[in-house]
């Protein structure tokens, strides 16, 4: 298996409060399924946890989904794609408590479309059509992370913002 769903239960929207015990975090773009089938773009920021630990209670086929590493997903606002030859320079500000860091990373418009169509077309071979909603990680641009802060904040210039906070923080 070389691509599996993720739970929607594991998707998160921007600014929501979530445990976050045990997980580290990458900051990525996502990739949504519009109602027309087009995709859309959003800041995301996914979740770390260990598939393959002793304790983990996954169902076997999940243990082989994303690297075996996904423990969901927060996603920013969904947006219109650039122009699909599109290469952009993107920074990015990542700021964890009183900590920041930036980077710029280049996004490829094209290399994302490519790859979200062989992920469509393999989905509907498998059975598991794309419906509005649908959403594809697309790579970490920083991370993994760990998460010691109780509010994190990815700003992804023009592509906009996402962010999450612990549940229990003080």
Same mark, same amino acid.
């Given at each position: 298996m070389t691509?599996?769903?993720?739970p929607?239960?594991?998707?998160?929207?921007?600014?929501?409060?979530?445990?976050?015990?045990?997980l580290?975090?990458?900051?990525e773009?996502?990739?949504?399924? &519009? $109602?027309d089938? %087009?995709f859309?773009?959003a800041?995301a =920021?996914?979740?770390?946890?260990s598939?393959?630990?002793?304790d983990?209670?996954w169902?076997a086929?999940?243990?082989?989904?994303?690297l075996l590493?996904?423990?969901g997903?927060v996603l920013?606002?969904?947006?219109p794609?650039?122009?699909?030859?599109s290469?952009?320079a993107?920074a990015i500000?990542?700021? &964890? $408590?009183?900590? %920041?860091?930036?980077?710029t990373?280049? =996004?490829?418009v094209?290399?994302?479309?490519?790859a979200a169509?062989w992920?469509?077309e393999?989905?509907?071979?498998?059975?598991?059509?794309?419906?509005?909603g649908t959403?594809i990680?697309?790579?970490a641009?920083?991370?993994p992370?760990e998460l010691?802060?109780?509010?994190?904040?990815?700003?992804?210039?023009s592509f906009g913002?996402?962010?999450?906070?612990?549940?229990?923080?003080?």
């Amino acid at each position: 298996m070389t691509a599996a769903p993720i739970p929607k239960a594991w998707v998160h929207q921007s600014a929501e409060t979530v445990d976050l015990s045990g997980l580290r975090f990458e900051v990525e773009f996502a990739l949504v399924v &519009a $109602g027309d089938g %087009s995709f859309r773009i959003a800041p995301a =920021l996914e979740f770390i946890r260990s598939r393959t630990q002793a304790d983990a209670e996954w169902p076997a086929a999940a243990k082989h989904a994303d690297l075996l590493v996904t423990g969901g997903l927060v996603l920013g606002t969904p947006q219109p794609l650039p122009p699909a030859y599109s290469e952009i320079a993107v920074a990015i500000q990542l700021l &964890a $408590g009183d900590e %920041s860091q930036t980077l710029t990373t280049n =996004l490829s418009v094209s290399d994302l479309l490519e790859a979200a169509r062989w992920t469509s077309e393999y989905a509907s071979r498998i059975g598991l059509p794309f419906t509005p909603g649908t959403v594809i990680i697309t790579g970490a641009r920083l991370g993994p992370i760990e998460l010691a802060a109780n509010h994190i904040r990815a700003e992804l210039d023009s592509f906009g913002a996402v962010e999450i906070f612990r549940a229990g923080a003080q």
